[in-house]
């Protein structure tokens, strides 16, 4: 008998302990992920994006990659894609345009209330052909803030520290609501004078995420890609690790003034 119970507490225990090591993805992906690593190497900004998950069947996502040889340029801003999970595996299907469509297929390692770490597996197709598939392990951290509504407004810039990009320290932007903004620059009698050779000058912010881009009348599109560190009261604050020539990373930084 007395072995009967113990054979009994033994299979209890394991199974209690099988329970615990099973992720609950379904309930735990809910919320915003912003990508922080591939193959545990630390994402550049401009490859960043970020799902919002808001059921395990129906999620959003915004990137903006330019850098792919192999496939077009992506503008996602919190465009609507599919989910399918089935345990720790969930698939994400997405159609960045009419002949685009991206599936990622990602086996969850591990999930907590701040990161999920999954190995991956991406595939491109355009046209119905494969344009490239890559795979490999990723690393999400949770956004617990958006800037979207924060970062409305005409901002002028105060300082710029890192290596300098299109953006400079000369530089007054307004974001309006639309996914449009404006640039401003000091011209040379010191004063501040609107752009007005662009075609167009959009932007998107999702969670910490700002992409922007912007095309001057009869030149190729440009694009920048920043993370809003913070916003608080007229102050903004933009950092963004860059990748030099030779390999290596760099911090840029950016600090903001809110302007009438």
């Known amino acids: 008998m007395k072995k009967a119970l113990v054979l009994l507490a033994i299979v ?51 990137a903006s990659f330019t850098n792919n040889p192999n496939a077009s340029a992506v503008w996602s801003d919190k465009t609507e894609v599919d989910v399918a999970i089935s345990g720790n595996k969930m698939t994400v299907t997405s159609h960045p345009d009419e002949n685009m469509t991206t599936v990622d297929e990602l086996t969850v390692t591990a ?8 190995d991956y597996k991406v595939t491109v197709t ?25 970062i409305l407004g005409k901002w002028e810039c105060t300082e710029l520290t890192g290596i300098e990009t299109f953006n400079d320290a000369n530089a007054r932007l307004e974001f309006y609501g639309d996914g449009n903004y404006n640039y401003w620059y000091k011209n040379s ?10 075609e167009y ?27 809003v560190t913070s916003i608080k009261g007229n102050q903004m604050v933009w950092t963004a690790l860059r990748q030099n020539e030779d390999g290596t990373t760099a911090r840029q930084g950016m600090k903001w003034v809110k302007v009438n």
């Not at 009698?189 to 662009?198: G, I, M, P, S």
């Open 126 to 150: 355009e046209g119905g052909n494969v344009a490239y598939s890559r795979q490999g392990t990723m690393r999400f951290t949770k956004l617990n803030v958006d800037y979207s509504d924060a």
């Open 12 to 62: 209890a225990i394991a199974f209690t302990s099988c329970k615990k090591d099973v992720i609950n993805l379904k309930e735990k992906i809910i919320g915003k992920w912003m990508l922080a690593e591939i193959n545990e190497r630390a994402v550049t900004t401009n490859d960043k994006m970020v799902y919002t998950f808001v059921s395990p069947t129906k999620a959003y996502m915004s």
């Open 189 to 198: 009698n010191n004063e501040w004078e609107a752009v007005t050779n662009r």
């Open 201 to 227: 000058q959009n932007y998107f912010v999702d969670g910490k995420l700002l992409a922007t881009r912007w095309k001057n009348i009869g030149e190729t599109e440009l694009r920048e890609w920043w993370e």
């Open 111 to 118: 999930i907590n209330s701040s990161e999920f770490k999954a």
